[in-house]
């Protein structure tokens, strides 16, 4: 029977006809009952001797129904035991988990196999036997990740490894940084004759980190290169005026000149020869760090933000 049995009740998931047939027949019949208001043992021994089970059991589905009155109540309990069940007595469980408490909870950081140790010493001086290491390893795994980070490493490892990062990026001055990146439209072309595809474009960005505005841009369906960023570069230096009204377009883009430095992350077109020369001779820097980029907080080198 392929069943869910979270909470250790099955599921109506997967079911064989048989199997869903009766169980939709008991829960017809506890849903009856239950809406009788002058309900007799006679009424339950007709329904459970048509359903085949003792009127006992149908008494503690009823009952459990009427506490609980939904579908999963009538459901029969998994036999054997539930899984995440411990199977160790009260006082092994106490010891176990004051040994974790005490002995690997520290900043010392023990390791399992110490833990383990201890916690057998703390078994047999109360006359307990023993128990296995990876009884000790799976009610470690137990644990938060956020609570073994902060007993083991401290407070600040364990927001550095599990609290999210949250950083804002400034600067003082429009042009003072230019992010470029790139990216695969969610487009595709067709050829003007035939109609055909012939692929998505990429679209690479050159973002002002002051303004957020877009500095430049270069559509082509070429992989990236130094010639995506140099276009891109060349149309955000200039003035676009004339772009503008060679495309009919109204609406203003006040956005030229040299930057000051440029974010950019470790892609190959980034480290090309021609484009750190260019670079060079118009003034501007490569910025991949926030030592060379003027931030609050701070932020991964390899990440371009546009």
Known sequence: MSTDRSGGRLRFLDQSDAEAALLRARLDAVTRLAAQTQRTRLDVEREAAQLGISAVALYKLLRRYSDDPKPESVLELRRGWTKGRSRLNTQKSDIIDAAIEDTYLTREKPPISELVREVNRRLRKVGLKEVMATTVQRRVDRLPADLVLRRREGPKAARDKISPHTCRYEVEHPLDVIQIDHTLADVIVLDDIHRQPIGRPWLTLAIDIRTRMVFGFH??????????????????????????????????????????????????????????????????KRCRGPSRCRMSAATSSGSSGA
């Open 219 to 284: 559509v082509t369906l070429r992989a990236p290169c130094e010639c995506s960023v140099a276009y891109a570069l060349e149309q955000g230096i200039r003035t676009k005026v004339a772009w503008l009204t060679a495309r009919n377009i109204t609406a203003p883009w006040p956005v030229s000149g040299v930057p000051k430095a440029m974010h950019l992350d470790n892609a190959r077109e980034f480290k090309a020869r021609g484009f750190l020369w260019d670079a060079g001779d118009t003034g501007s």
